[in-house]
Structure formats: C-alpha cells, structure tokens
C-alpha cells in the first residue's frame, strides 16, 4: 500500500493561519506587533530568495518585517554593531542573520552575539544548551517543523523508535534532542555509521538530513515507517532537455513510499515548515518578552 503523503504546504499554511491569528491577538488586546529582523550581508542568490520570502511572509502574518542588507565586504565590526542595535530595538523581537555570511566573517561570533531570547534560528549556544538540557529555550526552525508533523501524524510519539541520519548542529542534533523531549528512542546515525542500512530498518521513524541525493532507498525503511526527508538536493534531469535539473530528497521517494506508512515529499514536505516556524519562533519569543501566554500549538 503506497504510504500517506505529509504535506507540508498544506500544514504550514494552518500553522501561518495560527500565527496570524495570535498577532492579531496581541495587537488588538495587548497593543504589540510582533517584529522580525532579518540580516543579509552579500549577494547570494539563494539567500536573496529565502530572505525576500521571509520579508513577505512576516507581513502577510501581520508582524512588522526589518530587513537589513549590507555589503558582501561589510566589517565584522559594522555587523556585530548592527545585531547590538537589534538587540536593544524592543520593537524587534526576532533576529535572524541569514547564512551562509562571507567568508572573512566569524558565523559562531555573530550567532553568538545575538541576545538569545530573539535568537529564533535556535542557533545560539544558550539555546543549543537549554534545549539539550530539556530547558525552555528557542527551537531551530526545521526540526521545529519537522516535529510538529510527526506529532500531528502520530499524536503521541512516546515509545517510538527513531533515527535521525545527519549530525549536523542546524538539523540532526536538536532533532535528536526534541525526539527525545517526547520520549522516542533515538538514535543518530550517520556516514560512518556501522551496518546504517539495518540501523534505519529498526525504526518507526526516519528523519533523513545527511544531504545526499536519494542515499536512502525503500528496503532501508520498515514496513510502516514514518520517513521524513530534511533533503533538498538538485540533480541533473536529462528527461526534462538539455542543462535541466530537478529536487531530490536524501530518500528515494518513489521506493520509500511504497514501504512506508507516510512520508514527505521534496519538494513540498518539510521545506515549507522552515519559514512557518520561524514565524512561530518570532511570536513566541515576543509572548515571551511580554510575560504574555505562549501560542498554542506553535512551541515544542
């Protein structure tokens, strides 16, 4: 039987409804706009879309959109002075610095010297660790999603055994953590993995993000399996003309999803749920500054 498709447009426009719904709440009984400031320095055209993106989704939730672009040879100084100015700006309630930042500019450095109450990329070294330690912290925003649809899918996830295949800072370890924070059984598998192929067989959930097109085929995965892929991978697509390409996942989709019980698609699965939850992260984190009720159902 084919597996159930996730669909993560689907489910992050009810999430942006959400969101939508509580700024309109603080606006009208507690006079707050919620406010997101997003840093570009450079000329990345990837960036450039994802930020553009971001700037329209803030509005049309009814938050206020700062958008700050510098220079691909802006100072590190002129940068952290900048973040200081946002840090103190009580009309800003979110920072992001969009990555990756050039080359001559310290990433650590300036993630860290964002305050880590706006940090609502959950990158912070304050937030890696509050989150590790199972604290009330800021939750990077693809794992955030990605939770959020495992728990809308299976309701209660307490038991589940999970493997989560990538170790990166941004997507496998707070995945792993906030699997955990629900009383799954994790483990974190990667490319020096032992016998990867009957580690990911075991479990009752996949969360691929080791950013390898298509490395995950369908007899790696449990017959029933939840399978999301964190995956965005372009390959060449010679069936669509010369010089074309198209989106892969680190799954192979089309065997995968004749084994699992449910899976994301790329695209359209979890890559919608990045900039949902960043506008989540940002309401929350004004609730918070405010001593107001967090959003229900936008939080881990």
Request: charged share 20%; proline share 6%.
């Amino acid at each position: 039987m084919a597996a159930q498709i996730i669909d993560g447009k689907a489910f992050s426009a009810r999430i942006r409804d959400k969101v939508a719904t509580h700024v309109a709440r603080l606006k009208d009984e507690h006079g707050i706009t919620p406010g997101l400031a997003v840093v570009l320095v450079g000329e990345d055209p990837a960036s450039q879309v994802y930020v553009r993106n971001k700037g329209k989704q803030t509005v049309e939730a009814g938050m206020n959109s700062i958008e700050h672009k510098l220079a691909a040879d802006t100072s590190e100084e002129t940068l952290l002075a900048l973040v200081d100015k946002l840090n103190n700006d009580e009309q800003v309630h979110g920072i992001l610095v969009q990555l990756p930042l050039p080359k001559h500019l310290d990433e650590d450095l300036v993630i860290n010297s964002i305050d880590p109450a706006k940090d609502v990329d959950g990158f912070h070294i304050s937030n890696v660790g509050l989150l590790g330690t199972g604290q009330k912290s800021m939750v990077p925003c693809t794992p955030l999603g990605c939770l959020m649809m495992l728990r809308d899918h299976h309701g209660n996830l307490s038991g589940l055994d999970a493997v989560v295949i990538g170790r990166s800072n941004i997507v496998g370890k707070p995945m792993a953590q906030l699997l955990l924070g629900d009383s799954c059984t994790v483990t974190i598998a990667h490319s020096r993995t032992k016998d990867l192929p009957d580690v990911v067989r075991r479990a009752d959930i996949v969360v691929a993000a080791v950013g390898r097109p298509e490395m995950v085929p369908g007899d790696w995965i449990k017959p029933g399996a939840t399978v999301i892929d964190v995956g965005i991978n372009r390959i060449e697509a010679p069936e669509k003309g010369e010089g074309k390409s198209r989106l892969v996942g680190d799954c192979h989709f089309e065997s995968c999803a004749e084994v699992a019980g449910a899976i994301t698609p790329v695209p359209g699965g979890v890559g919608p749920m990045t900039i949902a939850c960043l506008l989540a992260n940002t309401v929350t984190a004004c609730c918070r500054a405010n001593g107001l009720a967090e959003p229900d159902g936008l939080t881990a």
